[in-house]
């Protein structure tokens, strides 16, 4: 359905969201006039020619069912809001497919993921992530999951050039790698890149737990573990590292805020 330039007005739109059904909605937003849409010609697309798209709203369709199926009253609940009280930061990577492999439901497990696992201090978005998670959520743990067969951790390993924005994106796996070279370069190559994707997850741990954000939540009695995980994907298994931070008795006073 293109855009027409009907005459409806901002309010009208805000109006039909909070008093119609969806459908009806979605009738008033296609036909509310955009300032974009001079220039962006927006359209209905015909997903029925990608079934590799369309069968995401089969497969959505089937998973409304089968919920139903066995909780009637599930989606009322579930529009209510969440209560996840894990922090899941992780890699884009499409495998890492966190309800899945770790057996759990829609809204256990509040997600961050970017390419690589790799926290900044800069990261605008993980960090809106993260003090939403921490101040609103109220969550008990994060758990920062790397996972071997990582191209984010190849890439930074190989140290050939892929484009400048992701050359400069992996410069922490890179230094990492720069560390432990001497070690990592004997081992078997897989087997070197699967410690340096364990290493990488303990950096972003040591990164997250020196921010203020989470020590003034420490300060307050919060009680918040960190951990770092490692998905294997040649077994479908998920390790614990055994490199957990559980507040500010683990940092060495370097690393403290006075907070
Ligand atoms: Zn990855």
């Given at each position: 359905m293109k855009f027409t330039a009907l005459k409806a007005s901002k309010l009208a739109v805000l109006t039909a969201l909070a008093s119609s059904a969806l459908?009806?909605?979605?009738?008033?937003?296609?036909?509310?006039?955009l300032a974009t849409d001079s220039v962006v010609l927006g359209h209905e697309f015909n997903y029925a020619s990608d079934n590799n798209v369309n069968r995401l709203f089969q497969g959505n369709k089937q998973w409304?069912?089968?919920?139903?199926s066995q909780d009637p009253n599930f989606?009322?609940?579930?529009?209510?809001g969440e209560d996840p009280k894990i922090m899941w930061i992780g890699c884009s990577d499409s495998r890492e497919a966190v309800e899945s492999i770790t057996g759990t439901k829609p809204g256990e497990v509040f997600v961050h993921r970017n390419f690589g696992n790799i926290f900044f201090e800069d990261d605008l978005n993980l960090l809106s992530a993260l003090d939403y998670a921490i101040n609103h959520l109220e969550v008990n743990h994060i758990v920062i999951t790397a996972h071997t067969h990582c191209n984010a951790i190849k890439y930074a390993l190989d140290r050939n050039p892929v484009s400048d924005l992701i050359d400069n994106w992996l410069r922490r796996p890179q230094s990492v790698y720069t560390d432990f070279r001497n070690s990592?370069?004997?081992?078997?190559?897989?087997?070197g890149e699967?410690?340096?994707s364990i290493f990488n997850a303990h950096q972003s741990l040591?990164?997250?737990?020196?921010?203020?954000l989470i020590q003034k939540a420490w300060?307050?009695?919060r009680k918040i573990a960190v951990h770092a995980w490692l998905f294997d994907m040649d077994t479908g298994y998920l390790h614990d590292t055994k490199f957990s931070v559980a507040g500010p008795q683990d940092l060495d006073p370097r690393a403290r805020w006075n907070v």
């Open positions: 459908g009806d909605v979605f009738d008033t937003i296609n036909t509310y006039p409304v069912q089968q919920v139903k989606f009322q609940k579930f529009a209510r990592v370069d004997r081992l078997d190559k897989t087997f699967g410690v340096i040591h990164h997250l737990v020196r921010t203020s300060k307050r009695g």
